[in-house]
Structures are given as C-alpha cells and as structure tokens.
C-alpha cells in the first residue's frame, strides 16, 4: 500500500511538471516570435501592455464561460471528451492582440475554470484543453501575424485546424490517454471499450484516436476558425482601438484587416 501511495505521488508530481514545462514552452514559442516580428516591422512596444492585459482579462472571461458550457457528443466520443467553443475568444485575442495573448487567454481560462469548477479528469482534460487550444491558435496567429489580409487569415486558420487535428490526435494516443488511465484509474481497456460502444471500428488506441479523438478535434476547430471569421472583422474597430501597435503596425507594412 505505501509502495502504491508513493507511485501515486510520483506520477502526480511527473505530471505536475510535464503541464507546466509544455506551459513555458507554448509561451516561449509565442513571445520569441512575435519579438522577432515586432523586430521585422520596427514597432518598439511591450509584449504585454496594460491595454493588452486588460483584453486578455476579458477574453479569458468569456473563454471560460464558453469552457464550462461544455458538452458531450455521445455519437463521436466518449461522454468524457466534452467539445466547447472556448477557442473562438481565444483565437479572435491571438489574432488581434499577438500569440502572446492567446496563450495567455488559454491559460488563463484553465485557471479560472479550475478554480469555478475543478476538474473531473485529475487535470489531464485540463491539460488536454489548453495545449490543444495552444496547437490551433499559435501556428493560426503567427502565420496572420506576417500578413494580415482576409486570404492569409483563411489559410492561416486551415493551417492552424490541421495541426489541431494530427497534434491533438498524436498527443492523446501517445500521453494523455495513457495518463489519464494512470491518474484517474480507469483502465485502458475500459476506455477503449466506451469507444468501441460508439464506433465499432475502435479496437485500440490508434483506432480510437483515429476515429473518435480526430473527429472531435476537427469540428472544434473548424467550428473555432468558422465564426472567427464571422465576427473578427465587426470586432476590428473596437480591438484596434484597445491595441493602437495593431494598426501602426498595419500601416508601417502594408497589411490590411481582413475584410
């Protein structure tokens, strides 16, 4: 028994510091490169203003209460994969404000909805949400970001989309599901066995990931990209006066909004 509560303690603290290890990295990644694009353009400001912060604030409210309207979608997944559309204010901020600012808002929704709700999945959802939301706006934003035109904002969210989909699948079928096995003790066979209940064609771990994991991750992003579309434009005005670095930047290189 002392034998099990140490390994149990273990993996819980191995966990701990994968979140926050892929925490710093995501943000590293961000904040390298739009220091590197704020180098390119000639605009010498703070990554995170006082404005900026203050968007980040309200962005991240609205993120988590899309987060906790979440969802099961018994006829693709398992009811403990829930979908909800707390990337839209996410990737409508990484857009307007930098992938700095996305990765924050993201974060910043996990927090607050731990601390509203908690978690049901010993954190491993938690994770899942948050690095997964990360592999959609990061490559979506940092692509509109050299060029912000209605055509680079179109493939910057298919772009964003695909590597959703193949990074999201590939990291639930290599970690998640096998740490949410461990630390939530359910076994893996038994959630295999909830996928094959909906989809027949599920018999292992690369089955479900293929056939229930992909799925739900491609409706959330093309659910996510969809209405960023719709409603960033209406939106620009109000966000170009909360970052006036947006449309100095716009204009120093020639970049226009999508419209």
């Given at each position: ?6 390994q ?12 926050v290890s ?21 605009v010498?400001?703070?990554i995170?203003?006082?404005r ?20 099961p ?9 829930q ?21 924050m ?36 934003s ?19 989309s695909?590597?959703m ?7 639930n079928?290599?970690?998640?599901l096998?740490a949410?096995?461990?630390l ?14 909906i989809?027949g ?5 690369t089955?479900?990931v ?11 992003s ?5 209405v960023t579309m719709?409603?960033?434009?209406p939106?620009s ?7 006036p ?5 716009n ?9």
């Amino acid at each position: 028994m002392g034998n099990g509560l140490l390994q149990s303690i273990a993996d819980n603290v191995i966990f701990v510091i994968v979140c926050v290890s892929v925490a710093a990295a995501l943000f590293l990644i961000a904040y390298g490169t739009e220091k590197a694009m704020q180098k390119k353009s000639g605009v010498k400001e703070r990554i995170l203003t006082t404005r900026k912060i203050t968007m980040i604030g309200l962005f991240s409210a609205l993120a988590v209460i899309l987060h906790m309207l979440d969802f099961p979608i018994p006829f693709l997944a398992p009811g403990f994969y829930q979908m909800d559309f707390s990337e839209i204010p996410a990737l409508v901020g990484a857009f307007a404000f930098g992938p700095v600012a996305g990765v924050m808002i993201e974060f910043c929704k996990i927090l607050l909805k731990l601390v509203i709700k908690g978690t049901s999945t010993a954190f491993v959802g938690d994770l899942a949400n948050f690095v997964i939301g990360c592999s959609l706006l990061l490559p979506a934003s940092i692509l509109y970001m050299f060029k912000k035109t209605k055509k680079r904002a179109i493939v910057s969210c298919v772009a964003g989309s695909v590597i959703m989909t193949v990074f999201g699948s590939a990291f639930n079928g290599i970690y998640l599901l096998p740490a949410f096995a461990k630390l939530f003790g359910m076994p893996m066979d038994a959630i295999i066995a909830a996928g094959a209940a909906i989809n027949g064609s599920i018999s292992n771990v690369t089955t479900f990931v293929i056939f229930a994991v992909a799925p739900m991750n491609i409706v959330k992003s093309v659910a996510a990209c969809g209405v960023t579309m719709l409603i960033y434009k209406p939106l620009s005005p109000i966000l170009k006066y909360a970052n006036p670095a947006l449309e100095r930047r716009n204009v120093s290189t020639g970049n226009a909004e999508p419209s």
